[in-house]
Structures are given as C-alpha cells and as structure tokens.
C-alpha cells in the first residue's frame, strides 16, 4: 500500500506527523512489514526523535541553526546559492546532513517506536511550505 501525507508547516523546527504514519499503517491491513517513509524535497528531512520533551525538538533546531546559518551570516561568505533567499542554501546542507527517507518496521499493525519516539518532518525553511511525504507500507 502506497499513499502520499501533505505536511504544512509554519517554519522551520520538527513537526510531528506519527499519527498520520499509524493511520496509514492500521488501514494497510499489514500486521508485520515495513513502513517506508520518503519526503521528496531537497530543504527538509525526516527523524524519528523524542516526542515527550518538546526542548528536544527546540535544541536540535538551535544546534542546527548554529551548524549552518543563513547565508547572511558573515560565516557563510563562501555560499554561491542566494537566489531564493538566506536560509534556502543553508535548508539544502542541513537537508544532506540528515535523512530524507526512513524505514520502520512494522509490529501488530503499527510502526514499531519506542515509548517516546516520534516522527517528524524537520523543516529546514524559515517560512511555511507544503510538503510531500510518501508511505509506503509493504509486508
């Protein structure tokens, strides 16, 4: 079973979408298999992180931000890409430095996380986009 999430999100940071993935498992019908995930855009990624403490979600984002900052960032002179903006090159580092697909096996019908993990969508752009993320559930 294949299908496709639309994840709006306001800004950059991690935005969980879990609950949409186990919707998609539970109505694929597959008791135990796999669960593929593939967002298919270069300035995002996707994690499985922490979903209890939300410090988590801002920490990674902040450490992030420091890593690669904007482009008008005195730091970052060496950028050629300015064309859509100070964070679109910087979203396209952060974005090859991290995931953009995932895999999860799936137990009893659901994706098998631990007690606090969630999945997220990280959003590298400072301003809200639509993005699209595959599901792929396979036995």
């Known amino acids: 079973m294949q299908d496709v ?3 709006r999100t306001p800004g ?41 403490d939300p410090d988590v979600r801002r920490d990674l984002d ?12 005195p730091s970052m002179h060496w950028v050629s890409h300015r ?3 100070p964070d679109d090159m910087p979203a396209h580092i952060k974005s090859a430095l991290t995931a953009v697909s995932l ?5 009893d ?6 007690t606090w993990q969630g999945i997220y969508l990280f959003e590298h752009r400072s301003g809200p986009h639509t993005r699209r993320v595959v599901v792929h ?3």
């Open 5 to 7: 999430l639309v994840i």
């Open 12 to 52: 950059a940071g991690l935005h969980e979408f879990t609950g949409s993935v186990e919707r998609i498992v539970r109505a694929s019908g597959i008791r135990q298999g796999l669960v593929t995930l593939f967002v298919q855009h270069t300035s995002c990624s996707l994690c499985v992180q922490e979903n209890a």
């Open 62 to 73: 902040a450490f992030f931000r420091r890593l690669v900052p904007d482009t008008d960032d």
């Open 83 to 85: 064309s859509e903006g």
């Open 103 to 107: 895999s999860i096996p799936v137990a």
């Open 109 to 114: 019908g659901r994706p098998a996380l631990g």
């Open 137 to 139: 559930v396979s036995p």
